[in-house]
């Protein structure tokens, strides 16, 4: 049996019964044991990377695109762009895009929405839910409020690819979107996949037991991250809203002008309900250098913690500012609960990805 110990500290590690506490290290032999977390129940341990067994009580995940087969892919990739890799940085067409037009923090939304409007999102499109994100969600019940269905919430949804599999699990899910023309897409695919999905939206062998009477709701909205005009659409008639059971952030972060982030955190805090709710996060691209620009914009694990966590802005420009940001101490909305390093995910972010999960803060 492998024990976490919940705790806001990035410096506590896994605990394994053949081994002392701290050193961070896990025997291969154990992978077929299961890792319980104190805060969600049962995790096996084949979720983790088996090439390091590295658990780390911190937030992260990252993952990557799958760029679409008719054209180069748009999102950096780490040969290309990997500090000191000796290769020169050369801007994506994405960043090119924003670089000539999109520059402030109020021309964002029109950015966004004239990618989709010129059926450009296949620029940061997966094709395909996170599996990391699924092995999760299928390792053990996600934690809920009594009588209802837990309630997710995916901003900058997409083509609404997480947002189907989570309701194929049972959620009643809620995407997020900027651009109307995104959100009809998303719908076209949602209409889709409930009606007959594919496998790729659970893990091997596992669609059986998700059986259709089970299934959660789809809503797709339009509407900016930052204001709470869309906030309503989230309530059902009778209904209090108390917060999503689930945040789930899948590139929305590093899409965002580093200035954002602050109140990208802010906002975390208004909308995810309290414990056991849970934030779940995608740090990506954690090998970019900082210095370069997005989107998507470079992220590291300090900056997370220094925006959830922290109280900060989350805006450095070298690896050594970031990563000091994990010593302040946690005064911002939220506390790490866990980190750790998916056995899938998609084939770009292999050796750097990682699942993290964050909560309101216990005072």
């Known amino acids: 049996m492998l024990t976490f110990c919940s705790s806001t500290d990035s410096n506590n590690y896994l605990r394994g019964r053949k081994g002392g506490e701290g050193d961070g290290l896990c025997n291969p032999a154990w992978h077929d044991t299961v890792a ?81 409007d010129s059926q450009q999102n296949d620029l940061w499109d997966r094709g395909k839910p996170s ?21 997710a919430l995916v901003p900058g949804c997409g083509k609404g690819y997480d947002v189907v599999m989570l309701a194929l699990h049972g959620f009643d899910v809620y995407g997020l979107e900027v651009s109307p023309t995104g959100v009809e897409t ?73 200035e954002m982030r602050r109140d990208w955190g802010r906002r975390m805090g208004e909308l995810l309900g309290p414990q056991p709710a849970k934030l779940v996060c995608l740090e990506f691209p954690l090998y970019k250098d900082l210095k370069l620009p997005g989107p998507p914009w470079a992220l590291r694990e300090g900056i997370y913690y220094d925006v959830l966590a922290g109280g900060g802005t989350g805006v450095f420009d070298n690896d050594e500012a970031a990563q000091s940001a994990l010593q302040r101490p946690n005064k911002g909305p939220l506390e790490r609960v866990a980190r750790i390093r998916p056995s899938r995910t998609y084939p770009q972010g292999e050796g750097t990805d990682h699942l993290g999960i964050w909560q309101v803060k216990s005072w």
């Open 36 to 116: 319980r977390l104190h805060f969600w129940g049962t995790i096996p341990v084949n979720l983790l990377n088996n090439s390091r067994g590295v658990v780390f009580l911190s937030c992260a995940f990252a993952f990557d695109c799958v760029a679409c087969p008719d054209h180069e892919p748009e999102i950096e990739t780490m040969t290309s762009n990997t500090p000191n890799s000796g290769e020169p940085f050369v801007p994506t067409k994405l960043i090119k895009h924003f670089q000539a037009n999109h520059t402030t923090r109020d021309a964002q939304t029109s950015g966004w929405s004239a990618l989709w």
């Open 131 to 151: 599996p990391a994100l699924i092995d999760l969600i299928e390792s053990a019940p996600w934690p809920s409020r009594e009588r209802r269905r837990p309630k």
């Open 186 to 258: 998303a719908r076209a695919y949602a209409a889709k996949q409930l009606d007959a999905p594919l496998a790729h939206n659970y893990g091997e062998g596992n669609q059986e037991k998700y059986p259709k009477d089970q299934r959660g709701e789809v809503t797709l909205m339009a509407g900016d991250f930052f204001k709470r005009d869309w906030e309503g659409k989230c309530v059902r008639e009778g209904e209090t809203f108390e917060g999503f059971d689930l945040i789930y952030d899948y590139t929305f972060l590093c899409a965002l002008l580093p």
